[in-house]
């Protein structure tokens, strides 16, 4: 399993943008994909998340900001960031979930992609 973020830069705070994670099998394979961010000296922590079936969920410090999608047709999720902060200046990181038959919890990371919002 390959997921490859891509989107990442640097924006004026209040801005834009939009990242998006490409995985090398199907999306349906996995139970929830998601975005999650480490800043400088913090821990990673969950930013947004879709499941399989589509239902959302998001970090308090994001919702009303943030909107996370799904592209099935080609096993893609996307992450639109509006009104950026530069709290919101970390490395995010797309995630696929899978629980197996077994109840195994399994985790797939993409390479992370830097988010920078300058003030």
């Known amino acids: 399993v390959q997921l490859q973020a891509s989107g990442g830069g640097l924006v004026q705070a209040g801005g834009s943008l939009r990242l998006s994670c490409a995985l090398s099998g199907s999306i349906f394979s996995f139970n929830a994909m998601g975005w999650y961010r480490q800043a400088p000296g913090k821990q990673r922590e969950l930013v947004a998340v879709t499941t399989r079936g589509e239902r959302t969920n998001y970090a308090d410090s994001v919702k009303g900001r943030f909107t996370i999608s799904r592209d099935n047709a080609k096993n893609t999720i996307h992450l639109q960031m509006n009104s950026l902060k530069p709290e919101d200046t970390a490395v995010y990181y797309c995630?696929?979930?899978?629980?197996?038959?077994?109840?195994?919890?399994?985790?797939?990371w993409g390479q992370g992609t830097l988010v920078t919002v300058s003030s």
């Open positions: 995630n696929a979930h899978l629980v197996n038959s077994l109840g195994i919890h399994s985790d797939y």
